[in-house]
């Protein structure tokens, strides 16, 4: 159990917690002294104050919402888009029927919540460019689709049964602690370990392939602004749309190249070019800016050189020949 804390009150369930936000939510809360259970489907032995929760299995969910006397969660957990379309009974299971349980634990217990959309809710009849915050959502992707679905769930939460949810519709993102996930922005994050590893890499979508990005130090702020935001000021309550750069992945290959002057970046699309190709490339994040005062700190060279340097000392000091199998292009 948590120890008690007269300071800070707050106490934090955070699910699908050793994922791609996750690995950093945690610590991130935690240094900022809340009292934070971070859960999963497997055992984490890297993380103190940790139980075994399923999303989908809702009397174990409340189980431990109760036991610990929870007033917020952040509800990662979900299934990427890639894995999504290989394995779609199993994306809808947990990113519907998780989030389903989450919001009725959180009327029955008046809990906040906040749950991460994507990108993936736009689809090919969406302006790619300046994509504004209500448009035509036409996903082509059942992880798309799920994001819609989750949206919807939460303003009705929101507007009808009285619920505090608040959401982001997260870009792609680049991470230094959580290796890629599933996900199709995942290229942006191979690049570095084969760049570190002076292997070559082969890049699953087009060079000219532009999506929004994000450095994972900006999206934990953007969540703790939009959490701590006065709920009276939000106007949007399906997912605010959030941008903090753009780029090819032809360009990341030539900022890291600026550091890693031998990295050699080939390219070999595959189904994800398609998925890719229905996203858009720049977004309007107005809403976001206005309503809770949401700026960026990172662009695209100052992530670079951020991530290569994080990324490098985490390789040196914990390296083992066989844990990156996962990243099946890095074959050197």
């Given amino acids: 159990m948590f120890k008690t804390n007269i300071l800070n009150s707050k106490r934090i369930l955070v699910t699908g917690a050793g994922g791609q936000i996750g690995s950093d939510l945690v610590p991130f809360l935690r240094q900022r002294g809340a009292q934070v259970l971070a859960t999963g489907r497997h055992p984490n032995p890297d993380t103190t104050n940790y139980e075994i929760v399923d999303v989908t299995n809702y009397q174990r969910l409340q189980t431990v919402v109760e036991q610990y006397a929870i007033d917020t969660i952040y509800h990662l957990a979900g299934i990427l888009s890639a894995r999504g379309e290989n394995h779609p009974e ?5 990113n519907i029927d998780g989030l ?8 029955r217990y008046r809990l906040r919540v906040f749950w991460p959309s994507s990108i993936a ?5 969406t302006p790619r460019f300046n994509t504004p915050q209500t448009t035509i959502l036409t996903p082509s992707t059942l992880y798309g689709i799920t994001k819609v679905t989750g949206e919807l769930l939460c303003q ?3 507007q009808k049964l009285g619920v505090d949810v608040r959401s982001l519709r997260l870009p792609g993102i680049i991470s230094h602690r959580a290796l890629p ?13 084969a760049a570190l590893q002076n292997c070559p890499y082969t890049c699953f979508v087009k060079s000219e392939t532009r999506l929004p990005m994000m450095y994972i130090p900006d999206v934990m702020e953007a969540i703790l ?3 701590q935001a006065d709920a009276k000021a939000l106007t949007v309550h399906t997912s605010y749309n959030l941008m903090a750069m753009s780029f090819s992945a032809a360009e990341l290959a030539a900022e890291i190249r600026r550091h890693q002057p031998n990295f050699i970046c080939r390219y070999q699309p595959d189904f994800r070019q398609t998925i890719a190709d229905s996203w858009p490339a720049v977004i ?13 700190t990172y662009d695209l060279p100052t992530m670079v050189q951020d991530m290569l340097t994080r ?5 040196e000091d914990s390296y083992q020949p066989n844990s990156l199998e996962t990243l099946e292009v890095l074959s050197c």
């Fill in 90 to 94: 199993d994306c809808w299971r947990v």
């Fill in 284 to 296: 309007d994040d107005t809403q976001a800016r206005q309503d809770w005062g949401w700026q960026p």
């Fill in 181 to 193: 996930g599933g996900g199709t922005t995942d290229f942006a994050v191979e690049m570095f370990y």
């Fill in 100 to 107: 389903r349980n989450v919001l009725d634990l959180a009327k």
């Fill in 225 to 227: 602004q939009l959490m």
């Fill in 121 to 125: 809710v736009f689809g090919s009849q």
């Fill in 156 to 158: 009705y939460a929101v």
């Fill in 311 to 315: 990324l490098s000392a985490r390789l």
